[in-house]
């Protein structure tokens, strides 16, 4: 028998702290990113040639912005001058005063927006995700067939795409900045910069999107769905109230500003008319 004195020994191994699990093709992803950018690079070029491809829609886009660089307004027959969003119009005029007529210059803004897009995927998506997955996410979508053809063309797509990435951008990082203190990405910022750096991606996103296609008003019933039931269920509130905030100014401005209607009349336009007529006979 054991002495009453004796003390039981007690257990001299300690667990390890747990390791981070290594994973090969992971790791392949995020070293080897920029052979992956190389060929998003390399298929942008195959694919761009600087011509028009002639198209009803872009037809109307450059037939108002031709209208406005030479003087003669916001009028392109009955249809385009009450259905087309300004945004790309205005774009176009300016580009042809400052180039001419041809369609090289367009297509290249549109390049650039169609780049813009990606970048703001990408940061989007590391946000929340690890590295792999947005250099992942990002090379599908730049990859994607679709993608190419309207980075191609001169339509408002990528423009709206991209004030739409600005803007969910924009978002996440106020979201961020105001509950979660300052992130890896804005880290030697102050909290009141990275908040103001936030607000600007939102309204310059929430702004670009607005003027470019009535695709806007889903982006806007959405935006006020979920802003509506954040205010409501909490938490967030404040929030929730700035992001609805930012919305309905940049609705205001453009409705104000819109040139195919006269005066403030948000339904006006030829978009929101046969919106209104479908529903009606629905």
């Known amino acids: 028998m054991g002495s009453a004195n004796t003390i039981p020994a007690m257990p001299m191994s300690i667990e390890p702290a747990p390791q981070r699990v290594r994973v090969p093709l992971v790791e392949r992803i995020v070293r080897h990113r920029n052979i992956l950018w190389g060929t998003l690079i390399v298929l942008a070029l195959l694919a761009f040639n600087g011509k028009w491809r002639v198209g009803r829609d872009s037809a109307l ?43 090289a210059p367009a297509i290249v803004i549109i390049q650039a927006m169609a780049l813009g897009c990606l970048i703001f995927t990408y940061k989007l998506v590391r946000l929340r995700y690890p590295q792999w997955v947005a250099i992942i996410v990002t090379f599908c979508v730049g990859i994607n067939g679709w993608f190419l053809e ?39 910022e102050s909290k009141r910069r990275a908040i ?52 309905v100014v940049v609705w205001i401005v453009m409705a104000l500003l819109d040139p195919r209607v006269r005066g403030f009349n948000p339904i006006g336009g030829g978009y929101e008319r046969d919106a209104i007529a479908a529903l009606r006979n629905v």
Not at 163 to 171: D, K, N, P, S, V
Not at 178 to 187: C, H, P, W
Not at 222 to 227: D, F, K, S, Y
Request: net charge positive; glycine share 12%; with cysteine.
């Open 150 to 188: 309207l980075a191609n063309e001169i339509r408002d797509d990528i423009p709206f795409l991209l004030g739409l990435m600005i803007a969910l951008y924009g978002w996440e990082r106020l979201r961020i900045s105001i509950f979660n203190g300052v992130d890896e990405q804005v880290r030697r």
């Open 61 to 103: 886009y450059r037939g108002l912005g031709h209208s406005i660089a030479t003087g003669k307004g916001y009028t392109f027959g009955e249809f385009g001058s009450r259905q087309i969003y300004p945004g790309l119009p205005y774009l176009l005029a300016g580009l042809e005063k400052v180039f001419g007529h041809s369609a």
């Open 196 to 247: 103001v750096k936030s607000l600007a991606y939102l309204i310059i996103g929430l702004a670009l999107a607005a003027v470019m296609r009535p695709t806007f008003w889903i982006l806007a019933i959405a935006w006020i769905t979920v802003c509506g039931w954040g205010l409501i269920v909490g938490p967030r509130r404040r929030f929730y109230a700035i992001c609805l905030g930012i919305l």
